[in-house]
Nanobody, 126 residues
Framework: VQLQAFGGGLVQAGGSRRLSCAHS????????MGWFRQAPGKERDFVAT????????RYTDSVKGRFTISRDNAKNTVTLQMNSVKPEDTAVYYC????????????????????WGQGTLVTVSS
């Protein structure tokens, strides 16, 4: 399985950015998907996750109401729509995949993800 994240770049505070992640493997619907981020000088943290069917989503508190995770199982993609971005959202964003979980599970723990993309940098200017 290969994950390719794209869509990063420079965005002004208050603006929007859409990140996408393409999953190269078969049976994309067998994977829960997540987004994590690593700010400069900090550890990687959970951002959002979506269950295999898309029915369940979870977010870290700091992005609730601003970010939306979604998936298209026909196109093998997961998307993170980022609205009302803030300078503290500046980070390298990673998509990750977790295989074989129950349909309703949307894990936030990094160690539940076995596949990771290369990351895409989002820089929010104030």
């Amino acid at each position: 399985v290969q994950l390719q994240a794209f869509g990063g770049g420079l965005v002004q505070a208050g603006g929007s950015r859409r990140l996408s992640c393409a999953h190269s493997g078969r049976a994309f619907s067998n994977y829960a998907m997540g987004w994590f981020r690593q700010a400069p000088g900090k550890e990687r943290d959970f951002v959002a996750t979506i269950s295999r069917t898309g029915y369940r989503t979870r977010y870290t508190d700091s992005v609730k109401g601003r970010f939306t995770i979604s998936r298209d199982n026909a196109k093998n993609t997961v998307t993170l729509q980022m609205n009302s971005v803030k300078p503290e959202d500046t980070a390298v964003y990673y998509c990750a995949a977790s295989y074989g979980l129950a349909l309703s599970r949307a894990p936030a723990a990094e160690d539940e993800y076995g596949y990771w993309g290369q990351g895409t940098l989002v820089t929010v200017s104030s």
